[in-house]
């Protein structure tokens, strides 16, 4: 007869269901005890002013039908006839403002990295400006002296700057460059800070050669100086004289350029390249060919209308060639002879613009010939019918300095009238005058394509009487000359210092201010 193993008996089974469950209700419960689990925010309780559990192994309360539910479903149970309510805000002291700390420095963290993203040791990293909160479109020179710092061997460099530009605000951005050997240089004059590392990369420029010559495209000129336009922000440095007698480089980015050449020696004298404009593409390869010419003079005389003889006079030429703001220029300076007349020497035939100044007299704007020399005047998103109707509404109205063709012009006149002058009272906040106190004032020319400039031949400075007056004369007329204040123990107020007061001239008149100054804290 064939055996069979024997059969469990059924109540034992049965006895092992009930073994498990006592044992799993008994871990609830000491879980319970151990670490009270809270409701979920809605969450239906017996008591929302319960009090936690004791941990003193005192029974515990039996949970409700809500929470064994919540708890062994994970699912909260909401009470929709509520809205969960946030936390009551908790009542705590009011930050007090920031005193300004001129001796604080922040530090801004970068990593200079090339186009694969792989580090980039030794490149020359400098903050040289800064632009505070508020006035972010000034540019503000550093307290300190902005030396440059180089990257360690994972691309980083950790560059001090001060956190307040001034006792108003603090730095928001600053002017920053990387410079390396292999790359196109970074410049950002409006570099954002913010925490943590910032990742610079630095570019490979196209390669450029340039060959100069003079008389016949074999006589190449090997020590002939470049210049590019500014942007590109490097100079004699960043080309490298091949054994041919090219220049080459390897730091210039994809985009439009201005290059020009100059050259002086005792056999060729003076000489310069007209303002060439050039294409790069990226990574790409170009020959130019520069030659150098003769330079020419530029003769005329202030108009008729200013007495002779002449006190004080100087003339001032920008030449310049440029596609929107990006572009080439030089400048030139003559002084103006008794009898009126001047010489510019030494320059490139080239269109630009001129002024000019002496005692009492100014020269004139005169209004736009072009659209072109409209410029920023006129809507460029404009239809062309719209730029043209801008275009003759600013026909008559005087807004540029006057220009000139230095190649074509002989016995040039210079359009003059009568020079405004501004006077500024200057008191304390109890209104009594101040002595001794300096203002400033910084008429500008604007040229076109190339920026402005303060207008030379003065200082532009004068300082307060016994009365509290300063009188700055000769000034060119403008709707707005921006002019400052400076005195020991006072400042200008924070409006005043946050936007610079600013006066309009006008020709043969005085325009008077009164300004009030505070004392430093």
């Not at 300004?515 to 804290?521: G, N, R, Y």
């Amino acid at each position: 007869m064939t055996a069979t193993p024997p059969r469990r008996a059924p109540r034992l089974g049965f006895v092992v269901l009930v073994a498990v469950a006592l044992l799993a209700i008994g871990a609830w419960f000491a879980s319970r005890e151990r670490a009270p689990v809270p409701a979920p925010t809605g969450v239906l309780a017996s008591s929302t002013d319960a009090p936690a559990p004791s941990t003193s192994g005192a029974a515990l309360d039996a949970p409700t039908a809500a929470e064994r539910s919540a708890v062994e479903t994970e699912i909260p149970v909401v009470d929709a006839t509520q809205e969960p309510r946030p936390p009551d805000p908790q009542p705590g002291p009011e930050a007090a403002p920031e005193v300004a700390d001129l001796a604080a420095r922040d530090f801004l963290i970068v990593r200079i990295v090339d186009e694969l993203q792989a580090p980039i040791f030794d490149a020359s990293v400098a903050i040289r400006g800064l632009r505070k909160q508020g006035d972010e479109g000034s540019w503000y020179s550093r307290r300190d002296t902005p030396t440059a710092l180089r990257t360690d061997r994972d691309g980083r460099a950790r560059i001090p700057y001060e956190r307040w530009t001034d006792g108003d605000a603090k730095t928001v951005r600053v002017d920053l460059a990387v410079e390396h050997p292999d790359f196109i240089p970074f410049n950002e004059t409006s570099f954002e800070l913010a925490p943590g590392e910032h990742v610079i990369t630095l570019e490979q420029g196209s390669l450029v050669w340039v060959t100069v010559w003079h008389g016949s495209r074999d006589r190449v000129v090997a020590d002939a100086l470049l210049e590019v336009e500014w942007e590109a922000q490097f100079g004699a440095e960043g080309w490298r004289r091949e054994p041919d007698g090219r220049l080459s480089t390897t730091k210039l980015a994809p985009g439009p350029h201005w290059i020009t050449a100059t050259h002086a020696s005792p056999e060729l004298g003076l000489l310069a390249s007209d303002f060439t404009p050039f294409e790069l593409g990226k990574h790409s390869r170009l020959d130019l060919e520069l030659e150098l010419k003769p330079l020419v003079v530029l003769r005329g005389r202030l108009d008729d209308a200013v007495p002779r003889p002449i006190v004080g006079g100087l003339v001032t030429l920008n030449l310049h060639a440029n596609s929107g703001n990006q572009g080439l220029s030089s400048g030139h300076s003559a002084a103006v002879r008794p009898d009126g007349t001047f010489e510019l020497t030494d320059l490139r035939r080239a269109s630009g613009q001129v002024i000019a100044i002496c005692d009492g007299w100014v020269s004139k704007q005169v209004p736009p010939r072009t659209i072109e020399e409209a410029g920023w005047q006129i809507d460029a998103s404009a239809s062309a019918s719209e730029r043209q109707a801008q275009f003759e509404a600013l026909r008559d109205t005087p807004s540029r300095a006057q220009p000139v063709d230095a190649s074509n012009a002989q016995d040039f006149v210079v359009l003059m009238e009568p020079a405004g002058e501004l006077e500024v009272h200057v008191t304390d906040e109890a209104g009594a005058p101040l002595v001794g106190v300096g203002i400033s004032a910084w008429p500008n020319v604007y040229w076109d394509g190339v920026g402005s400039m303060i207008v030379p031949g003065r200082d532009w400075i004068a300082v307060t009487d016994a009365d509290g007056l300063a009188r700055i004369t000769n000034l060119p007329v403008d709707d707005s000359v921006s002019f400052g204040a400076h005195a020991n123990g006072h400042q200008l107020r924070k409006p005043d210092r946050d936007r610079y007061p600013s006066a309009k001239i006008q020709s043969g008149k005085t325009t008077r201010y009164e300004l009030v100054l505070e004392k430093l804290p």
